[in-house]
């Protein structure tokens, strides 16, 4: 059973040790899926240094059993007293929390039971992705990328933004999308303006920009994506804004590299924005980490003191946003290497 | 502008007076969405007795006054800054924050600034719906129904579960929706008897059972439908199970009403079950409240002590379970009345 959880569970036991902590409580959903491979609201884990154990609600029970069965599954409807049940039967001395994961009040209740916080130890293998997560990765850009491909030449004036939206999630469903990566942003006009725009039902006109900043779900991993393009024949003020918009993205990806500093592949990004006369409309940072969550760790921004590592998955998205008027974004992620980084979304 | 965000932020206002609260943090993306319109990651909430503010990403201002324009919305990268900032340039002397929103971290960073825990306001309001939000939930459930209708005849064996899931969510958005409101579960065969089942690559064979569970989203709000048939001609015991399913969910329907326990609707339908022998096959709770959530208080199962109000939508979906062989549940989406309930996917 060596498969990519097996993996994940062993470097989070290697942290245990290394943080001389004997059970560790995890509730949050996206690194219990990380640790088990599933993806699903309601159980707990309870990882310590040579077992692993899943409390697991009864209906949840046999489905975990199937997908996970390198954990000690434990069927009950009140985990945290099957937890402190293991913990005095194993005798687990050392406890801790992630005080990031658990809401003020558990954190409260666990803290009362003697547990300690502790946190960051999944971020910090959530960070860079392995061999079978990347290729999660890649397929869920791969369907964004087709279905975009499909999708474009079927879009006419008339048709409202969350037609596009409908027909857009459908055709990466049926690619083999488990679902949208976040609520699909199809902005038309002066509604591509707003850099997170709630798709609408507003209709497309013909002669007016169309942003479209999407992606999916596969195997729980996400991809995101971004193209704007002009229905009709596009204006100069368009084509001079999405040129800019694309050499400042072109000029980001070259900067990404294993070693370089976020803050420094922003700064390209921001620099050649300014240049132009445009860096009070680049409202927002240049890129962000995405792996079983959308937005994870590390941020491409003005503020992000991190540097980049080989197999982190990240985005680069610049943006000119001329209110009422339209805007333009275009994203891509990408895959860090040593060397530069592989565009996902191609 | 007297809608129901500007009513829902008044009764607010009202509970911060009746706590000798000055001012709450609203962090939860639920709550937010309750007392603004807004539903969007990324923005803070901070609700004083006469005024509020939205602390907003600059990139979210601009929607976020067109959606909200009875909020005090400043453009700012440094939310908490930001708040601290009008506590003190307003004198708000007694601040509280929900202790079941905040993580165990942010939650003790408000501590150290003097913020004490009070939680249950915004669920205490949310737990009965109001006019334009009890629309919103039956437009969900309409659009659920009718999207059901169209596609049942459409399915055929040698379609797998995730074709059914893709074409599902597009006669949904087609028609309205959002999205959806969980993520859809399509079960057939021997997967029909895992509850929570995760849709597959299964294809659907003739001459066993499906269920579909599933809802979408309609401005914000949920809707949660479930029905189980059987493709080709039903067995004697898939009609037994279905009939018996079928009288113990009618019964927790006529159960419902304001004033009736939740414990006591679980138990008509549980009992029910388990006197026709199959008590230890309905694995899961008889139902849940739902509203801006899939999940909400009250849920209608063996621990929950709390009484069912006028205005409450509960979900009623009993079930039974035949490990390796088929499930079956029924469920509806019903409003809570002064004497029973409406049903609302019909």
Same mark, same amino acid.
């Given at each position: 059973m060596a498969n990519i959880h097996t993996e994940r569970l062993r470097q989070f036991q290697q942290l245990l040790a290394e943080n001389r902590i004997d059970g560790y409580l995890v509730t949050r959903r996206e690194d219990q899926c990380f640790l088990t491979g599933y993806f699903m609201d309601g159980y707990h884990l309870l990882i310590g240094r040579k077992k692993a154990w899943a409390l697991v609600p009864k209906m949840l029970h046999e489905q975990f059993q199937q997908v996970a069965p390198f954990y000690n599954a434990v069927a009950t409807d009140t985990p945290l007293a099957a937890a402190h049940a293991i913990i005095s039967a194993e005798g687990l001395r050392r406890l801790a929390f992630d005080p990031e994961a658990e809401t003020y009040a558990s954190g409260c209740a666990l803290c009362r039971k003697g547990f300690a916080e502790k946190g960051g130890l999944a971020a910090s293998l959530r960070e860079t992705k392995l061999g079978a997560e990347i290729a999660d990765i890649a397929k869920a850009c791969k369907i964004a990328v087709k279905a975009f491909a499909k999708l474009k030449p079927e #879009? %006419? $004036?008339?048709?409202t933004e969350n037609q596009v939206r409908a027909r857009l999630q459908y055709l990466m469903d049926c690619m083999? &999308?488990? @679902?949208?990566? *976040?609520?699909l942003i199809i902005g038309s006009? $002066?509604?591509?303006?707003? $850099?997170?725009h709630s798709t609408s039902e507003r209709k497309i006109r013909d002669n007016e920009a169309l942003l479209l900043d999407f992606g999916c779900k596969y195997n729980n991993y996400c991809s995101d994506y971004t193209r704007t393009f002009f229905i009709g024949k596009p204006t100069d003020e368009f084509k001079k804004v999405h040129a800019i918009v694309q050499r400042s993205h072109d000029a980001g990806i070259k900067a990404v590299?294993?070693? &370089? %500093?976020c803050i420094a592949v922003d700064k390209v990004c921001r620099d050649l924005i300014a240049a132009e006369g445009y860096g009070d409309k *680049? #409202?927002? @940072?240049t890129g962000h980490g995405l792996g079983l969550e959308i937005h994870e760790f590390p941020r491409l921004n003005q503020k992000c003191d991190a540097t980049l590592k080989e197999g982190m998955a990240v985005t680069v998205e610049p943006g000119i946003y001329l209110h009422g008027n339209f805007g333009v974004r275009i994203e891509d992620t990408v895959l860090v290497t040593k060397t530069g980084c592989k565009i996902l979304t191609r």
């Open positions: #879009i %006419k $004036p008339g048709m083999g &999308a488990q @679902g949208p990566s *976040f609520a006009g $002066p509604n591509s303006a707003l $850099p997170h590299r294993a070693g &370089a %500093k *680049f #409202i927002h @940072g």
